[in-house]
């Protein structure tokens, strides 16, 4: 069955490419291989330069135990990329109607406090994450609602839910760390074989299984068609609403696991959850420079969120301010959208006279 949805869909986006020829107008694609190879190259040639660098200007940065505390530290920007991603799969790339989640680190905020605050008041482990995975989802349900069924721009929907988030995480915190421990959070927080602590472990884990689920599955197959022509899809019969609201709810399940993740590392709730929505932006859109065909994937999203871990820890290491983690985000963020930017006018300018 997914073998002749794919199958109509390339022959409808062959039969818009003859359309596009005979009109002189075609839909933006950075389809430029030679521009691409370069961009990826050099992506990933920063990536080691930023390696070797942190490893010359510390002895304890090769460490065993540095490099698995940076994957462990990654874990919670990693679960929030992977969310966004999805979003940005389902949801297609137009910066404005296309997928987009603002409030996906506000919800996690939210979640890890119902998570702390079910702790505190006696509910079982596994009654505080069912109420955390719920409140998750639940505000993945909301954005679908918004963008699908009210039709608002997902820009100004997740905004709003962003701060919806906010200050039901306020209310239930009352703007205080809430501590939380539970066996689940004391496993996270812990160590297996040869010190690799276990959230490390957990981030790898994720990621395999994301992966796995929307680039090798009929759904996640279906997913991304949906996003990246949602005309064809629909010649082709797929029900490109419900994929959307999918892509939604997996950003709040997303949020959720970044939740568990967040109160294992700070042993419970702490205000400040909406800060880290700067770096999963800059994670989201560096891990389209990491992919082959210049467009989000879950591996892309991996290799972006280690290296910002890498970026971060190095500052550490080096003594250098934190608060130049965020200005290298931004710049990470305006260089990946100018340089797609770039990409597409250039696609534009070949086609124009076809």
């Keep these: 069955m997914i073998g002749k949805v794919i199958e109509r869909l390339d022959a409808l986006r062959g039969n818009d490419d ?17 521009a691409q190879f370069w961009l990826r190259g050099g992506a990933v040639l920063a990536f ?16 065993l135990a540095n490099l698995a ?3 462990q530290q990654s874990a919670v920007l990693g679960a929030l990329g992977f969310g966004l991603t999805a979003v940005l799969i389902g949801g297609g790339a137009d910066s404005i109607k296309g997928g987009l989640d603002l409030s996906i680190a506000a919800n996690m905020g939210l979640c890890a406090a119902a998570h702390a605050v079910a702790l505190r008041a006696g509910v079982s482990s596994a009654g505080a994450v069912g109420l955390a995975l719920t409140a998750g989802v639940t505000i993945g349900a909301l954005n679908a609602f918004a963008v699908l069924g009210l039709r608002i721009l997902p820009l100004l929907a997740t905004l709003t839910t962003m701060n919806l988030c906010a200050g039901l995480e306020l209310v239930l915190t ?7 421990t539970s066996p689940l959070l004391a496993f996270l927080i812990g160590e297996g074989a040869s010190g690799i602590p276990h959230l490390a472990t957990a981030l790898l884990a994720v990621a395999v299984l994301v992966t796995l689920l929307v680039h090798y599955t009929p759904f996640g197959l279906r997913l991304r068609a949906c996003g990246e022509d949602a005309q064809a899809a629909r010649a082709a019969g797929l029900n490109v609403r419900a994929y959307a609201a999918a892509s939604y709810l997996l950003g709040g399940f997303a949020a959720a696991l970044a939740a568990l993740a967040s109160s294992a590392l700070l042993s419970g709730s702490s205000p400040g959850a909406g800060e880290n929505l700067l770096a999963v932006v800059a994670a989201a859109l560096l891990g389209v420079v990491f992919s082959r065909r210049m467009v989000p994937t879950m ?4 290799l972006a969120v280690l290296f910002i ?27 990946v959208v100018s340089t797609t930017a770039l990409l597409r006018r250039r696609h534009l300018g070949t086609h124009a006279h076809d």
Excluded: M
């Design 48 to 63: 080691a330069l930023v390696f070797a660098v942190f490893a010359a200007t510390s002895p304890l940065f090769l460490t």
């Design 174 to 180: 009352q703007n205080t760390s809430v501590p939380a």
């Design 69 to 71: 505390n940076i994957v």
């Design 309 to 335: 871990g890498v970026i971060s820890n190095g500052f550490q290491l080096d003594n250098v301010s934190s608060y130049w983690v965020n200005g290298v985000e931004g710049a990470l963020i305006l260089f």
């Design 299 to 302: 591996p892309g999203t991996l």
């Design 18 to 34: 003859l359309a596009s020829d005979r009109t002189g107008s075609t839909t933006p694609q950075p389809d430029a291989p030679g």
